[in-house]
C-alpha cells in the first residue's frame, strides 16, 4: 500500500530537508566584527620604544630605513622624521600595535619641504590620542634621496643667471642660504622694495641651462613634461612671483633677450605660511607646443609687487625659488 | 515596478552560491518524492472557488469565500486562506503569520449612526459712512461669515455602540467663497467630541460624560449663565436658531425664549470628565467633575498676542485667522474641579455644590492662581403656589501676590403665582461680597481691582463689562446688595412684564463703571472683532478707546472723577438702579399673525438712593428703547422691522470733554427691516438690513454711522 | 491639510445623504433623526477621552530648578471609519480621525485628517486583492514585527495604555508590519497529491522620493505555499513554502545616485510526522538568504546608466527542529536549532518597534544640566512617540536591559543555538501558561574573538481566581518574568556579564458588577556589563560607545479602577507611579507619577 512506503519517504525527506538546510546555514564570516575593544578600551602602554634597523643610511644608493617598536595594543601612532639641519619632516601615520617593515619605512621622503640633505635626522614616535611619551632615535643621513626628473636649475652655484635690476631695486637678492634651502645648500634669494620707480616690477632673473643652450626635457609631450620649482614664503604682503618659460622663438637654440617666446606659469601670491612650497604644472597647461616643448632655453622668475594694494613707502617683497626641475608623466613627488 | 522584483531574485540565484540552487532542486524534488509514484501521473483538477454574496455572508467577515459544499471544498485552500486571513488561523506553518488589516475588528458590527446638520450661507455686508477713525480702508466690507466663528457646514454625527455608551461631534466645515478654493477653507470641530456613558444598579443610576465642549451648569453662583427672558431683541438671528417660521415669535410672545431647547443658553463650556448619580440610597445624587472650563483653557505656545491674530486688530473686523492657536499638547496644569451634593425631600431639592479652579502659573514653583467656590442650593415649594428659591455660599481667591478673605454670596428669590396674589410676583434679595470671585457664574466679578484676572490685560478677551456694571434687574454683581422685583400680567393679546431692581455697593472699591451698548453693539462687534479665544485680551476700539467688544455686544468703560486725589481710589459707594419693561403684542391682520415686541430698559448709578432710575446728581445714567415688529405676509414669508434707541448720560463725576466740558450726552439709533422665508421645509432665506447710527453730543469725536446687510440661507439636513 | 481635507470632504460626501435620506423631516427646527447605515455603508470606529497629569519628583528633582516639574495634557479623539460596499465583492474603507486637544476650545487646537484608506475585493471569484493601507506579515525572517521590549504579560492594569500604542502604531498583535501599497492572494486546489497552493504578492512604498537625494523605496515580495493532502495512518502531511522579501531604493526616482536593497529569500517547510493518539509531531523549519547592498547608479552624459554595488554582504540562516502537540494535555513544546549569520539583514522583520534613538515625549530632558533620560519602563508603557512600524535601513539601537539576546526578534543576527518554547492550554482548564527559553552564542565576536553567551527565559501564566474559586465575578491575575544574562569571558576589557530581570504582576477583580479594581507593578533590575554597538552599512559595527554599565533597578506600580460598559468600551482612572534609581549615581534617582483618565470606546 502506498501509504505504507510513505512514511519513511516522509521521513527521509525531511532528514534530507534538515541536513540540507544545516549544511548550508552554517557557514558565515567568524572574524570579529568592528574595531578592537582592547583597542578602544584597553589600557595603553608603550612596549618597544622606537629603534631603527641602521644607524646611517644611503638614500642615493637605495637604502632604506625601517622602524620599530610596539604598543600594548593597537593605536594612531606618529613617527615623525625631522631633518637637524634642514628642517625636513616626513611623518608616517598609522593603526596598529606595532612599527615594522610593512607600516614604518622611510625611503627619504619629505611630507613637508624642504628635502632633507646630508644631515642627522631625528624620528620621534608618539601617540596623539594617548598623551604618550615621545620616543626617539637618530639616524645619519650619508646621501639624501635622489628625486626623478631633469633639474634645470638648484642654485647650488655655476648656474648661467641673468639678472635685470633694471631700477636698482633688489635688495640683498642672490644665490642665499639664509634660511635652509628647499634642496641643497642655497637657493636664489629674491627681495627687493619697488619705490624707485612704482611700476610693480622690483626685478628678475633669466636662468639659462648649464650648457647655455635647450634644455634637454626628459620627455617632449606637453601634456606629460611637467614643469615644477619650489617657493619659499617670506610672509611678506603683496608679494607676487612670476615665472615664465623661456622658449627659442628664433631657431637660435639659445635664449636671446626680448626675442624668444614667454610661457608664463601664472602669477603666485606668495602670502602664504613661512616655508617652502612646491609648484607644479604639466607645460601643456602653460600653452607649450610639443615642438616648444623641445626647445625650453631659460626659466625667467620675476619679483612683483603689489602696487595697487602697497602702502606709501612701499614695504619690501621677498620670496626665495630653489630646485626648478622637469619631470615625466607625473608632478614632482615629495 | 515588479520587473526588478522579479529579475533580481533570479538573478542572484543564478549567480549565487550553487548550493542554493542545489538546495532548491532538492526541495522541490522532496514534495514528488513525498508522494506516490501513480499519483503523479494523474493530473492536478482545479477546483475554483466561489465567493458568496457579500450580503450572504457572516457579519464577522464579509469577504470570506465560501466553496460549494464538497470534500474539495471543505480542504479549499482558498477558503482556508481568506479565512485565515481575515482571522489570522493559520492553514501554514506555526512561523507563518498571514496577515491583514486592524480594522477587523472594527468592522464586526457595524455602528448605525444618526447623522444630521446644517447649511447656513451667512453673507454679510457694511457700508460704515461716518466710521471710527482709523477704520479706513475697511469702512465698506462684504464677505461669507461676520468674523464669528461659526460653521457653513455643521455635520452632527450621533453614535449608541450599545444601551450604555455614546458619542457625539460636529464636523465643522466653513469656506468663505473668496476664490481661493480650497486653501481658505476649514474643516474642523464645532465643539468637539463628547463620550457619553451610563448604568443602573440596585444603588442609583450613573452616567459619564468625558470629552467636550460639554455645556455644563451646576448651580447660578458655581458654574452657570445669567439667564433672563423677554430681555433681548430677536430681531437678528443667533448662528445656532433653527428654521421655524412663525414659532419663533409665538414662542417669544408666550415664554419670551425665541429658540427653545438650545443647551448652549445658561450653560457653561466644559472639557473633561463629569461623573453624576441619580436616585442613589436616600435620593441623594451627586455631580463630579474634573477638566477645564473656558477659563482653564487655552494651549502653551498658541498665539496670544491679538494683533497676531485678527487682522487689522482694533481697526477692523475682518475674518479672523485662527491658525497659530494649535499650541502644544503639553501644558501646566490648570484644571477645574468639583461637584455637586443633592437630595430631594418631596419636591423640595436640597444641594451643595462646590468648585476648585487653579491654574500653574510658574513651571518651577508650581505657584498657582486659585479660588474655590461653595454654595448650598435650594428650591422648596413650601405652600401651594409659592415657590422659595435660593443660594448661599461664599468663595475664596488665592494667588501668589493677593490672597482675599471669603467673600459671600447669597441670594433668595420667591415667586408666587397670580391666583395667590392676583399677578405673579418674583423677588429676588441678595448680597454678595466684593471678595467673592468666580469666572464660571452667573454673578459678574471684575468690581474687585485687587483680584486681577490677567495682568497683561486692561479687560480680558470676552469679559462683558468692567468695573460696575450697569446691570439689568435679576443680573448680579459682587460687591453689592440688593433687591429685585418682577411681575406681569397678560390680557388676550398683549402681555407686558415690570423688573424693577435697585442695589448698592458693600464698599467704595472701583473707579470705573461700565454700560452695554444694546443698540447696535452686535453690529459693532462684527467690526470690532473680539475674539478669536486664544486673544488674552478684549478688542479695544473707538476714537477714545473707551469701547470693548464681546461675544456678539460691546460695552463701554467709564472712569470716574471722584476719587481721592492722591490715591486715585474711589471714595464713595455708588447705588445702582434698573428698571425693565417688556411689551408683547399679538395680533392677527388680514387673517395674518402680527406681533410687535417693545423692550424698555433704564439704568443708572447714583451716589445716593433713588426710587427709579435717574439723571439728576447721577454718575451714569441709561435707557434703551427696542421695538421689534413682524407680520407674515404671505405663508412662510415674514416682514421684519426693528427700531431701537439709545441714550447714555454722563453725570459729573464722570471725564468731561475736553472739548465741550461736558459729559456723556450719547444717542444711538437702530433701524432695521428684512424679512423671514421659509423657501421649503427646513429651509430659510432670511434677509436683514440695519441703519445704524451714534453720536456724543459732548464728545463729537466719538460718531459713526453707517448700514448693515446680512443675508442667511439655513438649510437643515 | 490638503490631502486629509480632500478625503475628509469625499468621506463626509458619503456620509451626508445617509443623513438626509434617513432623517424624518416633519421636524421643524431642523433636527432629525437620521439612520446612517443604509445598504453598502456601516460605520465602525474607536473613540477615545484621555486625560493625565504627570509630575517629576524625586532626589533629582529637588536639585533640580531648571525642569518643569508638573505637566498636564490629553486628548479627545474618534476616528470614524466609514466601510462602503459597493457590490458584493468590493469594499472601501475610510478612517477619518477627528481630534481635539485637552484644553483647545471653539475648533484650537482641532485636527481633522485621513488615518486610513483602502480599498479591497476579490477578482473573478479567484484572486482576492487589496490597496492602499494593509497590514503584512510572511514569516520572522522576511517580513514580521518583532515583539515589544519591556513586556512578557503585561498587567491588565497597563493595557490601556499599550493598547492606545498598539491602535497608533498599527500593531495588531499578529506580528503584522503596516504598509502602504498593494497585495494580491489567490489559491490553488487539487483533489490528488496537492490539497492547495496558495499564492501571495504585495508591493509596497515604504518612502516617497523628495526628488533630490531621497529616492522612492519599496518593498516587494511575497510567498508561495503548498500543502499536501493528508496521507497514510498517521495524518502525514507536508507544508512548503518559499517567501520572498525585496526592499529596495529607486534610483531613477528623483535625483538621488544611491540606495539601497536587501534581498531576502527563505524556505519554509513543516512536514506532520505523525497525528493521531491525541498527538501530533511535525518538523518544521525556515531556512535563507539574505543580500544587502548599497547600490550607486551612474548616468554617463554619453552612455547608459548603469548601476553597481558600492557595498555588499550576504548571509544564511537556518532554523529547524521538532514541534509536539499534546492535545489532550493541551501542552504545545518545540525546540528549535537556530543558526542566523551575523550578516543575514532582513530590514522588514529586523526593524524594531521601539525607536531608542528619538526623544522621549514627556520629560526628555531632566536635571539641571538639561541630561537626556534614559528610556525606562514608564516611556515603554505610555509613550506612543517612542514607537514606530518603519522599517529601518540599519539595525536599530536597543538597550540590552530589555532585550538583548533577541533584540531583532527570531531574525536577530548572529546568534546560534537552541530555543525551546512551551504553551499549557488546557481544554477547559483554568490556567494558561506560556515558557519560552533560548540558549544562543555569537557566531562572530563583536570587537573580539571571544563570543557572547545569551540565556534567556520568559514564563508567563494567567490565573482566573474568580473561575477557580467558582465566583461569579471576573477576578484575574496575570504574571510574567523574563531573565536574561548575557556573559562573555576574554581579557577584563573583553568581558561581559548583564543580567536582567523584569517581573510583571497584575490583578484584575471585579468587585461590582462590570466594575474592576485594577493593580498592577512590573519591576526590573540590571546589572553588569556590556556593550551596545553602533551600526554602520546594514549590521556592521562602526564603533563601540563607552561600556555599558549599569546597575540599576525600576518600578512601575499601578492601582486604578475600569467600568466596563461593554467588552470594548469603558472608563479607567488610575494612578501609577514610576521611580527609577541607579547605585552608581543615587544623586541622579527619580520618581515620576501619573494620574489619568480614559474612556476608550471601540465601536
Known amino acids: 500500500m502506498p501509504s505504507l512506503s510513505f512514511t519513511p519517504r516522509l521521513l527521509t525527506a525531511a532528514l534530507a530537508l534538515v541536513v540540507i538546510f544545516g549544511a548550508t546555514g552554517c557557514d558565515h564570516v567568524t572574524d570579529p566584527d568592528g574595531p578592537r575593544l582592547i583597542d578602544t578600551f584597553g589600557p595603553f602602554a608603550i612596549g618597544d620604544p622606537v629603534g631603527a634597523d641602521r644607524a646611517t643610511v644611503d638614500f642615493a644608493a637605495g637604502q632604506q630605513v625601517v622602524f620599530s617598536g610596539t604598543f600594548s595594543k593597537q593605536v594612531d601612532w606618529v613617527l615623525e622624521i625631522t631633518g637637524l639641519e634642514s628642517g625636513a619632516v616626513r611623518r608616517i601615520e598609522g593603526f596598529s600595535d606595532e612599527l615594522n617593515a610593512t607600516n614604518a619605512v622611510w625611503q627619504g621622503r619629505t611630507t613637508n619641504l624642504p628635502f632633507f640633505k646630508q644631515e642627522d635626522v631625528e624620528a620621534a614616535l608618539f601617540v596623539p590620542s594617548e598623551n604618550s611619551d615621545t620616543t626617539r632615535v637618530t639616524i645619519a643621513v650619508d646621501a639624501p634621496r635622489t628625486y626623478p626628473g631633469n633639474v634645470f636649475s638648484d642654485f647650488e652655484g655655476g648656474e648661467d643667471i641673468f639678472i635685470g635690476n633694471f631700477e636698482f631695486e633688489f635688495e640683498n637678492a642672490g644665490i642665499s642660504n639664509e634660511v635652509p634651502a628647499g634642496e641643497g645648500e642655497t637657493f636664489y634669494l629674491m627681495r627687493g622694495t619697488d619705490d624707485v620707480v612704482r611700476n610693480f616690477f622690483a626685478g628678475l632673473i633669466d636662468v639659462r641651462p648649464d650648457n647655455g643652450g635647450i634644455f634637454d626635457v626628459p620627455t617632449t609631450v606637453p601634456e606629460d613634461l611637467y614643469f615644477n620649482f619650489m617657493i619659499r614664503s617670506f610672509e611678506t604682503d603683496f608679494t607676487i612671483a612670476v615665472v615664465q618659460l623661456v622658449v627659442d622663438d628664433n631657431g637660435t637654440g639659445a635664449y636671446e633677450l626680448d626675442q624668444d617666446a614667454i610661457f608664463p606659469f601664472g602669477d603666485i601670491e606668495v602670502d602664504f605660511e613661512e616655508g617652502w612650497r612646491l609648484f607644479s604644472k604639466p607645460v601643456s597647461e602653460l600653452g607649450l607646443s610639443e615642438e616648444e616643448a623641445q626647445n625650453i632655453v631659460g626659466v625667467r622668475v620675476v619679483l612683483i609687487s603689489d602696487a595697487n594694494s602697497q602702502p606709501t613707502p612701499a614695504l619690501q617683497v621677498a620670496f626665495g625659488i630653489d630646485y626648478i626641475t622637469f619631470t615625466a608623466g607625473s608632478p614632482l613627488e615629495l | 515596478m515588479t520587473t526588478p522584483f522579479l529579475r533580481?531574485?533570479?538573478?542572484?540565484?543564478?549567480?549565487?552560491?550553487?548550493?542554493?540552487?542545489?538546495?532548491?532542486?532538492?526541495?522541490?524534488?522532496?514534495?514528488?518524492?513525498?508522494?506516490?509514484?501513480?499519483?503523479?501521473?494523474?493530473?492536478?483538477?482545479?477546483?475554483?472557488?466561489?465567493?458568496?454574496?457579500?450580503?450572504?455572508?457572516?457579519?464577522?467577515?464579509?469577504?470570506?469565500?465560501?466553496?460549494?459544499?464538497?470534500?474539495?471544498?471543505?480542504?479549499?485552500?482558498?477558503?482556508?486562506?481568506?479565512?485565515?486571513?481575515?482571522?489570522?488561523?493559520?492553514?501554514?506553518?506555526?512561523?507563518?503569520?498571514?496577515?491583514?488589516?486592524?480594522?477587523?475588528?472594527?468592522?464586526?458590527?457595524?455602528?448605525?449612526?444618526?447623522?444630521?446638520?446644517?447649511?447656513?450661507?451667512?453673507?454679510?455686508?457694511?457700508?460704515?459712512?461716518?466710521?471710527?477713525?482709523?477704520?479706513?480702508p475697511f469702512e465698506r466690507a462684504y464677505g461669507v461669515g461676520d468674523g464669528y466663528r461659526e460653521p457653513m457646514l455643521s455635520v452632527t454625527v450621533l453614535g449608541r455602540p450599545n444601551g450604555r455608551s455614546s458619542f457625539g461631534t460636529e464636523v465643522f466645515a466653513f469656506a468663505p467663497y473668496d476664490g481661493a478654493e480650497e486653501a481658505a477653507n476649514d474643516l474642523s470641530l464645532n465643539l468637539g467630541i463628547n463620550f457619553y456613558g451610563n448604568f443602573r444598579t440596585e444603588a442609583g443610576n450613573y452616567g459619564v460624560r468625558a470629552g467636550g465642549i460639554h455645556w455644563y451648569n451646576l448651580s447660578p453662583f458655581t458654574i452657570g449663565v445669567y439667564q433672563v427672558l423677554d430681555r433681548f431683541s430677536i430681531f437678528e438671528r443667533t448662528p445656532w436658531e433653527g428654521v421655524n417660521g412663525t414659532d419663533k415669535y409665538e414662542n417669544y410672545f408666550l415664554t419670551g425664549q425665541s429658540n427653545p431647547g438650545d443647551a448652549r443658553w445658561n450653560f457653561q463650556a466644559f472639557q473633561g470628565l463629569i461623573l453624576d448619580g441619580r436616585q442613589l440610597p436616600g435620593g441623594i445624587g451627586f455631580d463630579a467633575f474634573w477638566g477645564k472650563t473656558q477659563p482653564n483653557g487655552g494651549l502653551p505656545g498658541a498665539v496670544s498676542d491679538p494683533a497676531d491674530t485678527v487682522p487689522n486688530q482694533g481697526q477692523a473686523g475682518d475674518t479672523p485667522s485662527y491658525l497659530g492657536f494649535g499650541g502644544d499638547a503639553e501644558a501646566l496644569p490648570s484644571f477645574i474641579t468639583g461637584g455637586r451634593l443633592q437630595r430631594a425631600f418631596g419636591n423640595n431639592l436640597f444641594a451643595y455644590n462646590g468648585i476648585y479652579s487653579y491654574r500653574t502659573l510658574?513651571?518651577?514653583?508650581?505657584?498657582?492662581?486659585?479660588?474655590?467656590?461653595?454654595?448650598?442650593?435650594?428650591?422648596?415649594?413650601?405652600?401651594?403656589?409659592?415657590?422659595?428659591?435660593?443660594?448661599?455660599?461664599?468663595?475664596?481667591?488665592?494667588?501668589?501676590?493677593?490672597?482675599?478673605?471669603?467673600?459671600?454670596a447669597l441670594m433668595v428669590r420667591a415667586n408666587t403665582e397670580d391666583a395667590l396674589t392676583f399677578l405673579p410676583l418674583d423677588v429676588q434679595v441678595y448680597q454678595v461680597g466684593r471678595h467673592f470671585f468666580n469666572e464660571n457664574g452667573e454673578i459678574a466679578t471684575n468690581n474687585n481691582p485687587q483680584i486681577n484676572v490677567d495682568p497683561q490685560c486692561e479687560v480680558v478677551s470676552g469679559a462683558g463689562s468692567v468695573g460696575g456694571l450697569i446691570t439689568q434687574v435679576n443680573q448680579l454683581a459682587h460687591n453689592r446688595r440688593g433687591i429685585n422685583f418682577n411681575t406681569a400680567f397678560g390680557a388676550g393679546p398683549a402681555r407686558l412684564a415690570v423688573g424693577w431692581g435697585m442695589a448698592h455697593e458693600l464698599a467704595p472699591t472701583t473707579n470705573e463703571i461700565s454700560y452695554i451698548h444694546r443698540i447696535n453693539g452686535l453690529a459693532q462687534s462684527r467690526i470690532y472683532n473680539p475674539f478669536p479665544g486664544e486673544a488674552p485680551c478684549a478688542t479695544n476700539f473707538g476714537p477714545l478707546n473707551r469701547k470693548f467688544s464681546f461675544f456678539r455686544g460691546a460695552f463701554e468703560r467709564v472712569p470716574l472723577t471722584d476719587v481721592e486725589p492722591v490715591t486715585g481710589l474711589p471714595t464713595n459707594r455708588k447705588y445702582y438702579h434698573a428698571v425693565d419693561l417688556n411689551a408683547k403684542f399679538r395680533a392677527s391682520i388680514l387673517d395674518r399673525p402680527a406681533y410687535l415686541f417693545y423692550l424698555g430698559s433704564?439704568?443708572?448709578?447714583?451716589?445716593?438712593?433713588?426710587?427709579?432710575?435717574?439723571?439728576?446728581?447721577?454718575?451714569?445714567?441709561?435707557?434703551?428703547?427696542?421695538?421689534?415688529?413682524?407680520?407674515?405676509?404671505?405663508?412662510?414669508?415674514?416682514?421684519?422691522?426693528?427700531?431701537?434707541?439709545?441714550?447714555?448720560?454722563?453725570?459729573?463725576?464722570?471725564?468731561?470733554?475736553?472739548?465741550?466740558?461736558?459729559?456723556?450726552d450719547q444717542r444711538a439709533t437702530g433701524v432695521g427691516i428684512g424679512f423671514d422665508w421659509n423657501v421649503a421645509r427646513n429651509a430659510g432665506l432670511y434677509f436683514r438690513h440695519r441703519w445704524m447710527d451714534f453720536e456724543d453730543r459732548a464728545f463729537p469725536v466719538d460718531t459713526y454711522n453707517g448700514r448693515e446687510v446680512t443675508l442667511e440661507l439655513k438649510v437643515f439636513i | 491639510m490638503r490631502f486629509p481635507l480632500r478625503h475628509a470632504l469625499l468621506l463626509l460626501a458619503l456620509v451626508l445623504p445617509l443623513g438626509v435620506s434617513a432623517q424624518g423631516t416633519d421636524t421643524p427646527g431642523g433636527e432629525p433623526e437620521a439612520e446612517a447605515t443604509g445598504p453598502g455603508i456601516r460605520f465602525n470606529g474607536l473613540g477615545r477621552t484621555f486625560i493625565q497629569q504627570t509630575d517629576l519628583g524625586g532626589t533629582l528633582a529637588e536639585a533640580d530648578t531648571v525642569t518643569s516639574e508638573t505637566r498636564a495634557d490629553g486628548e479627545f479623539l474618534l476616528d470614524l471609519a466609514v466601510n462602503a460596499q459597493p457590490n458584493r465583492v468590493t469594499e472601501v474603507q475610510g478612517v477619518i480621525r477627528l481630534r481635539n486637544e485637552f484644553g483647545g476650545f471653539f475648533g484650537s487646537g482641532v485636527t481633522v485628517e485621513l488615518r486610513e484608506l483602502w480599498a479591497r475585493g476579490i477578482i473573478a471569484d479567484a484572486v482576492r486583492y487589496r490597496l492602499g493601507d494593509m497590514n503584512l506579515a510572511l514569516t520572522p525572517y522576511t517580513v514580521f514585527l518583532p515583539d515589544e521590549d519591556g513586556t512578557v504579560n503585561t498587567p491588565e492594569i497597563f493595557q490601556p495604555q499599550r493598547e492606545i500604542i498598539d491602535y497608533e502604531e498599527f500593531y495588531t498583535g499578529r506580528n503584522e508590519r503596516r504598509f502602504q501599497g498593494g497585495r494580491v492572494d489567490f489559491g490553488l486546489n487539487f483533489d490528488q497529491v496537492l490539497s492547495a497552493v496558495e499564492v501571495r504578492t504585495f508591493l509596497a512604498r515604504l518612502r516617497g522620493t523628495d526628488f533630490s537625494t531621497t529616492p522612492t523605496r519599496l518593498l516587494s515580495g511575497g510567498r508561495v505555499g503548498a500543502t499536501s493532502r493528508p496521507i497514510g495512518p498517521f495524518g502525514n502531511q507536508a507544508t512548503l513554502g518559499a517567501n520572498l522579501a525585496y526592499t529596495w531604493d529607486d534610483l531613477e526616482s528623483g535625483d538621488a545616485n544611491s540606495g539601497i536593497r536587501n534581498i531576502v529569500y527563505t524556505f519554509d517547510a513543516d512536514i506532520r510526522l505523525l497525528d493521531q493518539d491525541g498527538l501530533a509531531l511535525h518538523l518544521k523549519g525556515e531556512a535563507g538568504e539574505s543580500i544587502a547592498a548599497v547600490r550607486e547608479r551612474m548616468e554617463p552624459a554619453d552612455a547608459e546608466p548603469t548601476e553597481e554595488n558600492l557595498f555588499s554582504d550576504d548571509d544564511t540562516f537556518?532554523?529547524?527542529?521538532?514541534?509536539?502537540?499534546?492535545?489532550?494535555?493541551?501542552?504545545?513544546?518545540?525546540?528549535?536549532?537556530?543558526?542566523?549569520?551575523?550578516?543575514?539583514?532582513?530590514?522588514?522583520?529586523?526593524?524594531?518597534?521601539?525607536?531608542?534613538?528619538?526623544?522621549?515625549?514627556?520629560?526628555?530632558?531632566?536635571?539641571?544640566?538639561?541630561?537626556?533620560?534614559?528610556?525606562?519602563?514608564?516611556?515603554?508603557?505610555?509613550?506612543?512617540?517612542?514607537?514606530?512600524?518603519?522599517?529601518?535601513?540599519e539595525l536599530m539601537p536597543y538597550d540590552p536591559r530589555y532585550s538583548n539576546t533577541l533584540p531583532y526578534g527570531r531574525a536577530t543576527p548572529n546568534r546560534r543555538g537552541v530555543r525551546v518554547d512551551a504553551a499549557y492550554a488546557p481544554e477547559g482548564g483554568p490556567i494558561t501558561a506560556g515558557l519560552e527559553a533560548a540558549f544562543l552564542r555569537e557566531i562572530r565576536g563583536q570587537g573580539t574573538e571571544e563570543l557572547k553567551d545569551f540565556l534567556l527565559v520568559r514564563a508567563e501564566a494567567d490565573v482566573p481566581i474568580g473561575q477557580i474559586a467558582s465566583l461569579d465575578r471576573r477576578i484575574g491575575a496575570t504574571l510574567g518574568l523574563q531573565v536574561e544574562n548575557t556573559s562573555r569571558g576574554g581579557v577584563p576589557v573583553e568581558a561581559v556579564d548583564l543580567t536582567s530581570v523584569l517581573f510583571e504582576a497584575g490583578l484584575s477583580a471585579e468587585v461590582y458588577d462590570r466594575l474592576d479594581v485594577l493593580l498592577g507593578a512590573t519591576l526590573r533590575q540590571s546589572s553588569g556589563r556590556d556593550y551596545v554597538p553602533q551600526y554602520i552599512d546594514f549590521n556592521d559595527i562602526r564603533r563601540f560607545p563607552a561600556p555599558f554599565v549599569t546597575d540599576d533597578q525600576e518600578s512601575l506600580l499601578g492601582a486604578g479602577i475600569r467600568y466596563r460598559f461593554a467588552d470594548q468600551v469603558y472608563l479607567t482612572v488610575q494612578y501609577q507611579s514610576y521611580s527609577y534609581g541607579d547605585d552608581a549615581t543615587p544623586e541622579d534617582d527619580y520618581r515620576l507619577g501619573q494620574v489619568f483618565a480614559l474612556y476608550s470606546m471601540n465601536f
Not at chain 2, 467656590?373 to 493677593?402: C, K, M, Q, R, W
Not at chain 3, 492535545?327 to 529586523?350: R, T
Open chain 2, 602 to 664: 433704564f439704568g443708572s448709578a447714583n451716589p445716593t438712593a433713588t426710587v427709579l432710575p435717574t439723571d439728576d446728581d447721577t454718575y451714569l445714567f441709561v435707557q434703551y428703547h427696542e421695538f421689534d415688529l413682524y407680520y407674515e405676509l404671505t405663508k412662510g414669508f415674514l416682514l421684519a422691522g426693528y427700531l431701537g434707541l439709545e441714550n447714555a448720560q454722563g453725570g459729573r463725576f464722570t471725564t468731561l470733554s475736553d472739548e465741550t466740558g461736558l459729559p456723556r
Open chain 3, 318 to 393: 537556518i532554523e529547524a527542529g521538532l514541534a509536539a502537540d499534546l492535545k489532550g494535555a493541551g501542552l504545545n513544546v518545540s525546540a528549535m536549532f537556530v543558526n542566523v549569520g551575523p550578516e543575514f539583514y532582513s530590514a522588514a522583520a529586523q526593524s524594531k518597534r521601539v525607536d531608542y534613538g528619538r526623544a522621549l515625549g514627556s520629560f526628555a530632558r531632566i536635571g539641571n544640566d538639561r541630561a537626556a533620560r534614559r528610556f525606562g519602563l514608564f516611556d515603554l508603557s505610555r509613550d506612543e512617540s517612542i514607537y514606530t512600524f518603519r522599517v529601518a535601513d
Open chain 2, 362 to 408: 510658574d513651571s518651577l514653583s508650581a505657584e498657582r492662581r486659585q479660588y474655590q467656590v461653595h454654595t448650598g442650593t435650594f428650591d422648596t415649594n413650601p405652600l401651594p403656589g409659592v415657590n422659595i428659591s435660593g443660594e448661599l455660599g461664599a468663595s475664596l481667591f488665592e494667588s501668589p501676590t493677593y490672597t482675599s478673605e471669603w467673600g459671600e
Open chain 2, 8 to 136: 533580481e531574485p533570479a538573478a542572484h540565484l543564478a549567480r549565487g552560491p550553487g548550493r542554493w540552487t542545489a538546495l532548491i532542486a532538492v526541495v522541490l524534488g522532496l514534495v514528488f518524492s513525498a508522494f506516490p509514484a501513480s499519483a503523479q501521473s494523474e493530473s492536478f483538477a482545479l477546483a475554483a472557488p466561489v465567493p458568496p454574496a457579500l450580503d450572504d455572508a457572516p457579519e464577522e467577515d464579509d469577504l470570506r469565500s465560501v466553496v460549494e459544499i464538497s470534500d474539495e471544498a471543505r480542504d479549499s485552500l482558498w477558503t482556508a486562506l481568506l479565512q485565515g486571513v481575515d482571522e489570522g488561523v493559520l492553514t501554514l506553518p506555526d512561523s507563518v503569520a498571514l496577515a491583514d488589516t486592524t480594522d477587523e475588528n472594527l468592522r464586526e458590527r457595524p455602528q448605525p449612526l444618526t447623522v444630521f446638520g446644517y447649511y447656513r450661507l451667512f453673507l454679510y455686508g457694511r457700508e460704515m459712512t461716518d466710521p471710527y477713525p482709523n477704520l479706513e
